[in-house]
């Protein structure tokens, strides 16, 4: 069984991130970049599942441009066998990566593809989802838990009332949640092993997507400040402050 | 215009989130027609008819949308959604779940989670975490959008009178099926709707001590929220983080307890209108955002204040 992981370069979630003056967008220079983690746990799974003998091989592929090999070949060094890169320059939005992924999808034929529940860029929660509809797959989105069972999956979903689990007929599609796994660190070996995997490239052409950007973003705001508070010095004063100055209890 | 608003439902009551999202709808403009898709929905529909500013109401009485699948619900939206300008749904986990899939079976792009309506093609959105928020535009034909309920003022529940109507549109993709669901049972309010919510996260140290704050919720009529840190450690189940990747809340007063207040939960709570920190490091950045900070041993604070309430 093949899996096939798409990953995306953002910048690191440790990073708090500023608008530009001109409102144009948030400043990405010199900003630390690194694989969005819902997709390392995306491609933690897709590793485990190979452990575990299910899955034979493992693709990950991102859209975007050479930097984003970077991302590649951290998973790559975690454990996925081939990455493809489709190039652009642009700032794909979910709609148009869906169609690529429909593209490599068709070109691969995997039985599972995992993907992130979410970029923590745009916050956008959609590629997945896209993806499946495009390729008239199931879906098991926000998942804590995944089974593969002969050509049916299993998968427990994180949902606002608490945990769903659905089944799936396989080729089917898999979001991560927090939950899933807790991703490994690639070692230093594994690391250098990744240098010689196969990494293809494809133009935007070949995939025949066309990724300029349909939502137009008109501008880009710092959210409103809130006005600074002040310490308690007891939870007397917290109290009372509560009830006479913000009347809220 | 015309906008359709999916109904978010336990197949027995309308959730309380459709009400905000309706209240976007108004603000879009147009004629508000709201979908309804489960089995045995119908007092759903009855309730959703009476909401302020709808015409129309909608039922798909089926089995295949007994449990909101997404392969069987987005045919639906996208056949019925053809005709309209907007189709709208919450940006809960069920939106988030379907509406993608609407938006690439009708070849239009999607924006999700919108906090406000600037013009019927122009909305705000916030990203990366709510540390920045996005004025974007959209000349799709149809729009589809996901609705961040804390951010609109919900309709009245009561007070409308639209007719509904039963359609007979069948929609079983087949390729997925429901196997069962946990789902968390709680007297306390819901969360995205409580207007108080006491939080706890890694400072709580283990989830019997989540008990203070379970009692201190009883008595504030709270719904009790946690940090990532506190769920993944298994103190508190999953649906009760809040934050970027878990759930938005705006209650009228946020107290967290024992939270340091990283980037990815603020984005779920600085909303809120008054917020209370209680924490042992007063370098802890959740006192950026506190209105009222008490720097202290949260297990000394904690029962202090369940004795003064
Ligand atoms: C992709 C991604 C998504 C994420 N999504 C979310 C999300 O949706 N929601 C979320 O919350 N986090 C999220 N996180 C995690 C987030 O980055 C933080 O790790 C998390 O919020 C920390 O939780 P915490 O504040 O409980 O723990 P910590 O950061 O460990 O803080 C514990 C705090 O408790 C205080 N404390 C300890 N003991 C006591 C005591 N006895 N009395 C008083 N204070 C005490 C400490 O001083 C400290 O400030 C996400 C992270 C990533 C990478
Ligand atoms: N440019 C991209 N290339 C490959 N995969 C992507 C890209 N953007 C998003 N994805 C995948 O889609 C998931 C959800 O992203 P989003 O819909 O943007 O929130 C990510 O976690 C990735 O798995």
């Given at each position: 069984m093949k899996v096939l992981v798409p990953i995306k370069r953002v910048v690191d979630h440790n990073v708090k991130v500023r608008v530009k003056a001109d409102n144009?967008?948030?400043?990405?220079?010199?900003?630390?970049?690194?694989?969005?983690?819902?997709?390392?746990?995306?491609?933690?799974?897709?590793v485990r599942l190979k452990e575990s003998g299910a899955v034979s091989e493992i693709v990950v592929v991102t859209i975007g441009a050479k930097a984003a090999d970077e991302q590649l070949r951290t998973a790559l060094a975690l454990g996925a066998d081939r990455a493809i890169r489709v190039e652009t320059e642009e700032d794909a939005q979910p709609l148009a990566i869906a169609k690529a992924l429909k593209a490599v999808y068709d070109k691969e034929s995997p039985n599972l593809v995992i993907l992130g529940k979410q970029a923590i860029d745009g916050d956008n929660n959609q590629t997945g989802q896209m993806f499946a509809a495009l390729a008239g797959l199931p879906q098991g989105t926000f998942a804590s838990e995944v089974k593969v069972e002969g050509d049916k999956v299993q998968v427990t979903r994180e949902i606002?009332?608490?945990?769903?689990?659905?089944?799936?007929?396989?080729?089917?599609?898999?979001?991560?949640?927090?939950?899933?796994?807790?991703?490994?660190?690639?070692?230093?070996?594994?690391?250098?092993?990744?240098?010689?995997?196969?990494?293809?490239?494809?133009?935007?052409?070949?995939?025949?997507?066309?990724?300029?950007?349909?939502?137009?973003?008109?501008?880009?705001?710092?959210?409103?400040?809130?006005?600074?508070?002040?310490?308690?010095?007891?939870?007397?004063?917290?109290?009372?402050?509560?009830?006479?100055?913000?009347?809220?209890? | 215009m015309s906008v359709l608003v999916y109904a978010e439902h336990d197949n027995k009551a309308l959730n309380a989130v459709t009400l905000s999202v309706i209240a976007a709808a108004q603000k879009?403009?147009?004629?508000?027609?709201?979908?309804?898709?489960?089995?045995?929905?119908?007092?759903?529909?009855?309730?959703?008819?009476?909401?302020?500013?709808?015409?129309?109401?909608?039922?798909?009485?089926?089995?295949?949308?007994?449990?909101?699948?997404a392969e069987n619900v987005a045919e639906l939206v996208a056949e019925v959604g053809k005709d309209y300008t907007h189709i709208l749904a919450a940006a809960t986990t069920s939106g988030k779940n379907f509406a993608p899939r609407v938006a690439a079976l009708?070849?239009?792009?999607?924006?999700?989670?919108?906090?406000?309506?600037?013009?019927a093609d122009t909305f705000k959105r916030p990203i990366y975490a709510g540390n920045a928020i996005a004025t974007v535009q959209s000349d799709d034909a149809i729009k589809v959008l996901t609705v961040r309920g804390t951010a609109f003022d919900a309709v009245a529940a009561e007070g409308g009178s639209a007719a509904v109507?039963?359609?007979?549109?069948?929609?079983?993709?087949?390729?997925?099926?429901?196997?069962?669901?946990?789902?968390?049972k709680s007297d306390r309010p819901d969360l995205t709707a409580a207007k108080v919510v006491i939080s706890g996260g890694r400072g709580m140290q283990n989830g019997e001590n989540f008990e203070m704050l379970y009692n201190l919720a009883d008595k504030l009529g709270a719904?009790?929220?946690?940090?990532?840190?506190?769920?993944?450690?298994?103190?508190?189940?999953?649906?009760?983080?809040?934050?970027?990747?878990?759930?938005?809340?705006?209650?009228?007063?946020y107290i967290a307890v024992g939270i340091s207040g990283a980037i990815q939960h603020l984005a779920g709570m600085k909303d809120s209108k008054v917020i209370v920190a209680i924490n042992k490091d007063e370098e802890a950045p959740i006192f950026q955002v506190a209105d009222y900070g008490l720097v202290a041993d949260l297990f000394d604070a904690v029962p202090e204040l369940d004795a003064k309430l």
């Open positions: 144009s967008g948030v400043d990405l220079a010199n900003v630390k970049m690194a694989m969005n983690p819902f997709c390392e746990i995306a491609v933690e799974e897709a606002d009332g608490g945990l769903q689990t659905v089944e799936l007929s396989l080729p089917a599609v898999v979001t991560t949640d927090l939950r899933l796994n807790e991703p490994r660190y690639a070692s230093l070996p594994n690391i250098m092993k990744a240098k010689k995997k196969p990494l293809d490239v494809l133009s935007a052409d070949e995939v025949g997507v066309d990724f300029t950007p349909k939502v137009k973003v008109l501008k880009v705001e710092a959210p409103a400040e809130r006005e600074a508070g002040i310490i308690v010095g007891s939870v007397d004063e917290l109290v009372e402050k509560l009830k006479n100055e913000a009347k809220v209890i | 879009i403009g147009g004629d508000i027609t709201v979908l309804v898709a489960g089995e045995n929905a119908n007092a759903v529909a009855e309730e959703a008819a009476k909401a302020e500013g709808v015409s129309k109401v909608l039922l798909a009485d089926n089995a295949a949308y007994a449990n909101q699948l009708l070849d239009v792009n999607m924006i999700s989670e919108i906090s406000a309506v600037e013009s109507e039963s359609i007979d549109i069948a929609k079983d993709a087949g390729i997925s099926s429901f196997v069962g669901e946990e789902l968390a719904a009790v929220g946690a940090s990532r840190a506190a769920v993944d450690a298994g103190y508190v189940p999953n649906d009760l983080q809040v934050g970027q990747t878990g759930k938005i809340v705006a209650p009228e007063l």
